[in-house]
């Protein structure tokens, strides 16, 4: 890993002023000041209420060992992450931060929970009463939150369970409750009747339970107004510059480019296939540059494009230039024909950055930018830009 330093944040980062390591494909360029700009931003956003950070599945791709820090630096001290080990690797970069795990108490896992002083989002009868029993007996009242169902029906206590819970106090007296929480299940769409649905469902089981901190909001929930916000919020994407909400931008800045070499460029004549299976044909005389990324790297193959179908994009020498024929493991095809400037060996290529957001890449590959941002990195080199390093 290499770090430089940059003076100001989330600056647009130009392809031309990206330098690709002799030994390395591309660069992923992670901008940790931006990601603590972007939590700052919102913590702003939802004041009087909290801000917290989602740092699950390894900071979604983009290094929790430098994404961690960055945040607790900027002021975050409530972290979620999705499993025990994520938990223990949080705990490692960070003593005194609190962290949660969304997933909940996988079974048989309350010593490694403990031993990474993590807090489990309990998210059933049975991991309340697993959570429960192991605080009687080691004679301590653990910290707890609560996930209560409030219409995503994937994680968390449904009504009945909520009612049988409150009818046996002994189960919640041997835990210290800090947060009864849930998730919205369309939060992205403002106009979307599920929200304030889901609000109210929210509501009626927090008069149930003891009273606790709530937290219901993501980054696309905390779009949604004040309503929303309780007393602590968990963005996740939008802290990484993704703007998944529907409504009224974030305000947020991108903290990802992602950018590959070109490794050459040839001349395709009309009726002349390009890549695996022949999938795209010229139709016209035809310049072809390859580029050093493929699905190998995160590049989603779905972003592929047959004739009559569209498929991905990149921009060269600022130009917006269509991805043709299959993304193969570790290359994809690009015409080149209409790109104002001759595009050559050694070229740089901007697969994800100022000028491609992330939703254009998902979008473009039939996905989403939770799913492209998660799958980056692997093989690509990193560089972080910032975060007091
Ligand atoms: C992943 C997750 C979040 C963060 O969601 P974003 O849309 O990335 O902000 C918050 N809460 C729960 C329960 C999650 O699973």
């Known amino acids: ?173 041997a835990l210290d409750l800090v947060l009864v929480m849930s998730h919205l299940a369309a939060a992205d769409d403002p106009a979307d009747p599920a929200n304030t649905a889901q609000l109210e469902v929210f509501e009626r089981f927090r008069a149930m339970l003891p009273s606790a901190p709530a937290s219901l909001a993501a980054s696309d929930g905390l779009m949604l107004g004040r309503d929303f916000h309780f007393d602590l919020v968990r963005p996740g994407y939008a802290l990484y510059g993704g703007q998944a909400f529907q409504g009224e931008r974030a305000p947020v800045s991108p903290v990802v480019s992602l950018f590959a070499r070109v490794l050459q460029v040839r001349d395709v004549e009309v009726n002349g296939a390009v890549g695996y299976s022949g999938a795209w044909r010229a139709l016209r005389p035809s310049r072809i540059a390859t580029l050093a990324a493929g699905y190998a790297d995160g590049f989603a193959r779905a972003a592929s494009a047959a004739n009559g179908t569209t498929g991905g994009s990149v921009v060269i020498h600022g130009a917006r230039l269509p991805i043709v024929g299959r993304v193969s493991m570790d290359l994809i095809t690009v015409d080149v024909t209409d790109c104002p400037v001759r595009v050559e060996r050694g070229d740089v290529a901007e697969l994800i950055g100022a000028a491609l957001a992330l939703e254009t890449v998902g979008g473009e590959a039939r996905t989403i930018g939770y799913e492209v941002l998660t799958r980056l990195g692997r093989r690509t080199q990193r560089v972080y830009v910032g975060g007091g390093a």
Request: charged share 20%; with cysteine; proline share 5%.
């Open 1 to 173: 890993m290499t770090t430089t330093r940059a003076g100001s944040h989330a600056s647009p980062f130009p392809a031309e002023m990206v330098t690709i390591a002799t030994s390395e494909t591309g660069v992923l360029r992670i901008d940790l000041d931006a990601i603590a700009g972007n939590w700052r931003a919102l913590a702003q956003r939802v004041a009087p209420a909290d801000c917290g950070a989602v740092v699950k599945a390894d900071a979604y791709g983009l290094g929790v060992a430098r994404v961690l820090p960055a945040l607790a630096a900027a002021g975050c001290w409530s972290f979620f992450v999705a499993t025990p080990r994520e938990a223990a690797e949080a705990r490692a970069l960070d003593a005194r931060a609190r962290i949660f795990v969304l997933d909940g108490l996988f079974p048989g896992a309350a010593d490694e929970m403990l031993a990474a002083g993590a807090i489990p989002c309990l998210a059933s009868l049975a991991e309340v009463e697993e959570w429960s029993a192991h605080a009687r007996r080691i004679g301590a009242r653990l910290a707890a939150a609560l996930h209560v169902d409030s219409g995503l029906h994937r994680l968390g206590l449904t009504a009945v369970e909520v009612q049988r819970l409150v009818s046996r106090p002994e189960l919640l007296d």
